[in-house]
């Protein structure tokens, strides 16, 4: 115990700061902004930075870049806090940043939620801002739109940083456990398993993710080899289960294949079964979210037309949300799609003329319902004899709209399930239409 207490009491600031990056190389995700060649590492590597506003979820890495973009620019850093600070505050930083200009010196000031500012203390920037005098960058897990005035937002970029993924967070980790920053060089000694169930406890939230593995080694076993972490500590520190579950293996895929089966076979307490399976043991929620969109139209279509929209709100409630306030979300959307009427038409229609398509890829489109862009198009005859639906007293025309080679094709067949009759009378009519007036 005195080997352990001696060990960590060597360490006066948390996991997260020892291990804040000092380059943009060392920043993990974001690559839509910081990869080879994107704007922001452009204007970074080449110092032509503007005022900009950091919109993204907590723990992705907002303070830390703000940090980053200081250092590699040579410019003088001034935290500010938005809860702490007002308008004599604002007042006495901006004077120093101004002072500074004359020994042409850049300040950058980073207010960490600047959605906390009111009005008044967001317009004390303004002046500022518009000479030059500081490059303001703020952060804020909150809409800009909505939360920062239009005067002080139409002078800033804003930057969409994008929650980490678990893969994101499981590399973040491997890198700390072997970095000698983290705890001095000691060697760790954890399993994938259990970094991949940090990363789902943590659900994007970087910061998060060291904590709880800085909590996990320092309840780790530590002998004269190293620390050993286990996933009972795992589950300790984080007061969850780690239930068995690979998102890469066998089981992610058996369970989503029994959530899928379930809604398809109108079992809604199956189906929510296998949803809380997925979620309780990290399931990424957006991933089930996609499925079951899919599933609105793969499995239900036409038999109700309202699955898709409940399917796509659910989504966006997740992306918005995150767990664990989603999982009644994707519970009501999977109730509905299993509730819901069945009709598998319009993936049939699609998989049917997928092969014809694939089979046939040079098929040319008939010239009348080509596009005479050009006048030697029309001259070649494209859209000759084009009918205008809309000009018909039935709103329709026995137009050909098909190759030759498919000529009397019929890739959608609708069912009689739910409101999918309606298309199938509506259907039977316009090809009875078009039987008589070929």
């Not at 452009?42 to 919109?55: C, G």
């Not at 664990?324 to 998989?351: F, G, I, R």
């Amino acid at each position: 115990m005195k080997k352990r207490n001696a060990f960590f009491s060597n360490f006066a600031q948390p996991l997260a700061s020892r291990m804040r990056p000092q380059t943009l190389d060392e920043i993990i995700g974001q690559e839509h902004l910081l990869g080879e060649g994107k704007i922001l590492r452009t204007m970074i590597e080449e110092d032509v930075i503007p005022s900009m506003i950091f919109w993204g979820p907590p723990g992705v890495g907002k303070t830390t870049l703000a940090h980053v973009i200081a250092r590699q620019t040579d410019s003088t850093f001034i935290n500010f806090s938005a809860v702490t600070s007002g308008i004599k505050e604002i007042k006495e930083v901006m004077k120093q940043a101004e002072d500074a200009t004359l020994f042409d010196k850049k300040t950058i000031v980073f207010v960490d939620e600047i959605h906390r500012f009111n009005k008044a203390q967001q317009d004390a920037f303004l002046p500022f801002v518009e000479k030059g005098s500081i490059i303001l960058i703020g952060a804020t897990t909150e809409n800009p739109s909505f939360e920062i005035n239009g005067a002080l937002l139409s002078r800033c970029k804003v930057f969409v940083l994008k929650q980490l993924t678990a893969e994101n967070i499981v590399t973040l980790l491997k890198r700390t456990i072997e970095d000698k920053r983290a705890f001095n060089g000691e060697k760790i000694f954890i399993d994938d398993k259990d970094l991949y169930f940090i990363a789902s406890f943590c659900d994007g939230d970087a910061r998060n993710a060291l904590s709880t593995l800085e909590m996990a080694v320092i309840n780790g076993n530590m002998t004269d080899d190293g620390i050993t972490v286990n996933t009972d500590i795992i589950e300790q520190v984080t007061s969850q289960k780690s239930l068995l579950y690979d998102k890469d293996g066998e089981e992610h895929y058996n369970l989503i294949s029994a959530l899928h089966k379930s809604m398809r076979n109108s079992d809604p307490d199956a189906a929510v079964y296998w949803l809380a399976r997925m979620l309780e043991a990290g399931e990424d929620p957006l991933y089930v979210a996609r499925r079951v969109i899919r599933f609105a139209s793969e499995d239900v279509g036409l038999a109700d037309p309202r699955a898709m929209e409940l399917a796509v709100a659910a989504y966006t409630a997740c992306h918005y949300l995150g767990m664990p306030e989603c999982s009644v979300h994707l519970t009501q959307a999977v109730v509905y799609m299993s509730c819901a009427p069945k009709s598998n038409s319009l993936y049939v229609a699609y998989e049917t003329a997928k092969k014809d398509a694939v089979r046939m890829l040079n098929e040319p489109v008939p010239l009348v319902i080509r596009n005479a862009v050009t006048k030697l198009m029309k001259d070649e005859g494209y859209g000759e004899g084009y009918q205008y639906a809309h000009d018909t007293e039935e709103k329709l025309t026995n137009m050909q709209c098909l190759p030759d080679s498919l000529l009397g094709r019929e890739y959608y067949k609708p069912t009689r399930q739910g409101l999918e009759t309606r298309f199938k009378d509506r259907l039977d009519q316009i090809r009875d239409w078009k039987k008589k007036h070929s």
